[in-house]
């Protein structure tokens, strides 16, 4: 069974500031684990995603992700927050299975506010 | 190229009804996968299919069914409308099994 749990349902900072949305995930298999952002009345737009190989993982908009097997963690950071960033953050885990692949196991969410 | 289409975008049914929501995805596109997404909930598996075959199931009851299409668009069918039913159903394609996700803008049905 897979779990995602994204601590803090929503996160304020300041414009330029460092942001932090954590997620801890729990999977029986390998894991495949994602962030995925929602703007307001749209669909989900893929972050990142990591799958195998290199445990830190660059995606779009100046946001990365650490995957760290021991602390079962993917937390997504980007360095300097811009107020285009408010928005929902959703992390996500999946099996490494081609038939679960496509199965992802969403957290709650993180509202993220951006303060001018 | 078009992104994933869901049809209609809104949508007002009442207690009892059934409805279906139509996803085209995008072209060369195999899986189809559709979540539901609600405040109380959050974001929920529905099924996953594949060249027509349902390929994953999540933990909904059987008044939510799908199917796919030769050409990969698919529809999923919800019967007998509950007040919960309302929310957002989200489509996502995808070539095949280990490739990203692409999600449709969803469709937003109230049940009333």
Redesign the interface.
């Given at each position: 069974a897979q779990s995602v749990t994204q601590l803090g349902s929503h996160v304020s900072v300041s414009e330029g500031a460092l942001v932090l949305l954590r997620c801890n995930y729990s999977s029986s298999v390998p894991p495949y684990l994602f962030w995925?952002v929602q703007y307001p009345?749209?669909?989900?737009?893929?972050l990142l995603?990591y799958?195998t190989g290199a445990t830190l993982v660059k995606g779009i908009n100046g946001f990365e992700a650490e995957f760290k097997k021991s602390e079962t963690s993917f937390h997504l950071t980007k360095p300097s927050a811009h107020m285009s960033d408010a928005a929902e953050y959703?992390c996500?885990v999946s099996a490494s299975n081609?038939?679960?692949?496509?199965?992802?196991?969403?957290?709650?969410?993180t509202r993220l506010a951006v303060h001018p | 190229k078009a992104g994933v289409t869901q049809t209609p975008r809104y949508l007002i049914k009442t207690r009892g009804q059934q409805v279906t929501l139509s996803c085209s995805p995008i072209s060369g596109h195999r899986s189809v996968s559709w979540y539901q997404q609600t405040p109380g909930q959050g974001l929920q598996f529905l099924f996953e299919y594949f060249s027509e075959t349902q390929r994953n199931k999540g933990n909904f009851p059987g008044r939510f069914s799908g199917r796919q299409f030769s050409n990969s668009r698919s529809e999923m069918n919800v019967s007998t409308l509950e007040l919960g039913d309302s929310a957002l159903y989200l489509c996502a394609s995808s070539f095949s099994g280990y490739n990203e996700q692409f999600f449709g803008p969803g469709t937003r049905l109230t049940v009333l």
């Open positions: 995925y009345n749209q669909g989900l737009q893929l995603k799958t959703f996500a081609p038939g679960g692949y496509n199965k992802l196991i969403f957290g709650a969410g | -």
